[in-house]
């Protein structure tokens, strides 16, 4: 009775039951279609899922793969730095069109290399052709130096000899006019003397290596200040110098500088009663500036800017003695220093002049560093 399924159902006609509907039917054909309905489903979502995963792997080909491919190829030109790299180009749709573009971009980019490196080629032959240029100069420099230092040196001395000689033995045999002539002569050879060690200086720290330490500059200033009060005027002198200056630099070079600016501030105040010079120093983040001030004569500031340019002088000889070269040094120097040197002179109130240098060490070996950048490209092309 359990593998049968029966159905009863009452026959009515006009609200009155004419009889019963009975229908019986065995539940293993039920089961049959049941399971064919089932089978035939799966088949069906398999087969869906199948194509699908068919669909996808295609889609996959043909919009995954030049993608993946173009991020291949950028990644290698930028590891390989290799510009004739090129993707394929599928079709003609939105990916084509993408490949294209990226294809005529590095072609652009091969093209503007290719100039470049053309670029840098003609100017290493040039930088070569001025360096070797600027070798020759420098060759040439340093012979007038020597000329300058030994050839130049011979006749000044014999004409400072034989005017001595004339002054000596001669003196009865001139008359006050040759012997003003006679000390005119001499006196301009000393000058020429003291152009002549100018020069000299001007040129060797322009030239020379610099080495780059700790410099006690309150140090340095007052050994300088003790040397010029040995040897100077008798003017009552009054030298301030702000105690513990550290720079960094070349000693030796600095010391010409300083040497030059103290000797600049005492020699335009040796017409005053009393000579005042202070020195002080005021620190940045990234640089120190030094402020030596005098209570000199000054200058005119509308003539600050020919202050540093060589053989150039803002007072007569017969003022100031000078040979117009101490301020170029100090300037050679401080820019050799990477640093840079300025002047004020306010009416009346003597000079100051402010002597600004990079803070660290770190800031100094950089320049020395570019320096020999440089030298090198000079020697060897």
């Known amino acids: 009775m359990g593998d049968y399924y029966r159905l009863l ?48 792997s295609r889609l996959q080909r043909l919009v995954s793969e030049p993608i ?40 652009t980019i091969q093209q503007q290399n290719r100039k470049i490196l053309q670029s840098k080629d003609n100017l290493e032959r040039t930088v070569a052709e001025r360096t070797s240029e600027l070798s020759l100069a420098n060759r040439e420099l340093e012979a007038f130096s020597f000329s300058v230092s030994h050839d130049l040196r011979q006749p000044l001395r ?41 020069m000299l200086v001007l040129s060797r720290v322009s030239r020379q290596a610099m080495e780059v330490e700790r410099v006690d500059l309150s140090a ?19 030298v301030t110098i702000q105690p513990d200056i550290q720079v960094f630099g070349d000693e030796r070079m600095l010391r010409i500088a300083f040497q030059n600016l103290l000797e600049n501030a005492w020699k335009y105040t040796s017409k005053n009663e009393k000579r005042a010079i202070d020195v002080s120093a005021c620190e940045e983040r990234n640089s120190i500036t030094i402020a030596l001030k005098d209570n000199g004569v000054g ?63 770190r800031g100094a070996e950089s320049g020395l560093q570019q320096q020999a950048a440089q030298r090198n490209r000079r020697e060897y092309g």
């Open 299 to 361: 200058f005119d500031m509308k003539y600050v800017d020919k202050l540093f340019v060589a053989f150039n002088r803002l007072h007569t000889p017969a003022q100031f003695s000078g040979t117009g070269l101490g301020l170029a040094t100090v300037d050679r120097v401080v820019r050799r220093h990477f640093g840079r040197v300025f002047a004020e002179s306010p009416i009346d109130s003597g000079a100051c002049f402010y002597v600004e240098f990079p803070r660290s060490e």
């Open 9 to 56: 159902e009452p026959v009515t006609l006009d609200g009155e039951i004419v009889g019963q509907f009975y229908l019986m039917s065995r539940l293993e054909v039920l089961r049959e279609h049941i399971w064919t309905f089932i089978v035939i489903s799966f088949s069906v979502g398999v087969g869906i899922q199948v194509l699908l995963i068919w669909v996808a």
């Open 68 to 107: 993946v491919e173009l991020s291949n190829a950028a990644d290698r030109i930028s590891h390989e730095h290799d510009y004739s790299i090129r993707v394929p180009v599928y079709g003609k749709d939105e990916l084509g069109s993408l490949g294209s573009a990226f294809n005529e971009m590095i072609g």
């Open 220 to 238: 340095m200033l007052a050994e300088i200040v003790e040397e010029l009060q040995d040897t100077s005027d008798a003017v009552p002198s009054e």
């Open 158 to 198: 014999a004409i400072e000899g034989f005017g001595q000689a004339l002054e000596e033995d001669c003196r009865d045999q001139l008359n006050d006019v040759g012997l003003d002539y006679l000390a005119r002569i001499r006196a301009a050879t000393v000058r020429m003397g003291s152009l002549i060690d100018g």
